[in-house]
């Protein structure tokens, strides 16, 4: 367990190195080379293990984390020779992390699940944070897109907000979603480890998924600017509205199944 442990944590590394170098502009890709390098490298022994032990390939967690590793063995072969691909590092080193965490849903299968797990509670408290700051990301897009509506008209109603204002709220709740969506997936994916149910088909973890996907994107789109400010504050009030009708709608199988 302890091997799978260190592959995590070395993507989870990554992870971070890839979000410094595009939220600080500093040159982190050779220390997130080394991480993706170590990360395989503790997965590449553990399998090495397994093949001795005859233990390979035994259930689809096993099969998911060998995909993820793989993903991130040939993201790191293309990152040495294409550097315009560390833009998408923060994204792949998630994904070859969440992917990895599958070798541990054995290891909390056979223990009593709780809804009183500090796992538990700190998958909660994340999702109601990310929710609540995708909720007024979305509402501080809607007023910024009627500001600058007011501008061009050069009509200025008395709940006027300064834009700079609006752009810097928007900004902070959509990065801040993008954390608390990240903790989010973590702990809820550990979580779930402790249900015999197909944790890939939970519908919850998938819409939470796919949020998650979608705000990379945004964040990336902010800060390289590659679409105009108007259509980031219409797709951020579009995942706002995603979010609601998925808190409304959309359950966690592992518990109501």
């Known amino acids: 367990?302890?091997?799978?442990?260190?592959?995590?944590?070395?993507?989870?590394?990554?992870?971070?190195?890839?979000?410094?170098?595009i939220l600080k502009a500093k040159n982190t890709i050779k220390y997130s080379l080394i991480f993706i390098m170590l990360g395989n490298l503790f997965y590449l022994i553990k399998l090495i293990l397994n093949v001795k032990s005859g233990?390979?390939?035994?259930?689809?967690?096993a099969i998911v984390a060998f995909s993820g590793n793989i993903i991130m063995l040939f993201y790191g072969i293309l990152l040495t020779k294409f550097r315009n691909l560390e833009n998408i590092g923060f994204i792949i080193s998630f994904i070859g992390a969440l992917f990895s965490m599958a070798n541990l849903r054995n290891v909390f299968l056979h223990q009593q699940p709780s809804l009183l797990?500090?796992?538990?509670?700190?998958h909660i408290i994340s999702a109601g944070l990310s929710y609540s700051f995708i909720m007024l990301g979305g509402i501080f897009s809607l007023l910024k897109l009627i500001s600058e509506?007011?501008?061009?008209?050069?009509?200025?109603?008395k709940t006027y907000v300064p834009i700079y204002t609006l752009i810097f709220i928007e900004k902070l709740s959509i990065n801040m979603s993008f954390i608390f969506l990240t903790i989010t997936i973590l702990f809820g994916v550990m979580?779930?480890?402790?249900?015999?149910?197909?944790?890939?088909?939970?519908?919850?973890?998938?819409v939470i998924s796919f949020l998650w996907f979608y705000y990379a994107i945004l964040v990336h789109t902010y800060i390289f600017k590659s679409s105009k400010p108007t259509t980031i504050s219409v797709l951020s009030a579009l995942g706002s509205t995603i979010t609601v009708i998925s808190v409304i709608f959309i359950k966690h199988s592992i518990i109501t199944g």
Do not use: E, T
Request: proline share 3%; hydrophobic share 55%.
């Open 1 to 21: 367990m302890i091997l799978y442990i260190f592959n995590i944590l070395f993507y989870l590394m990554a992870f971070i190195s890839f979000l410094i170098y």
């Open 55 to 61: 233990v390979v390939f035994s259930n689809i967690d």
């Open 117 to 122: 797990n500090p796992i538990f509670l700190i």
């Open 149 to 157: 509506k007011q501008i061009k008209q050069k009509k200025f109603s």
């Open 191 to 206: 979580w779930s480890f402790y249900y015999d149910k197909s944790l890939y088909l939970d519908p919850k973890i998938m």
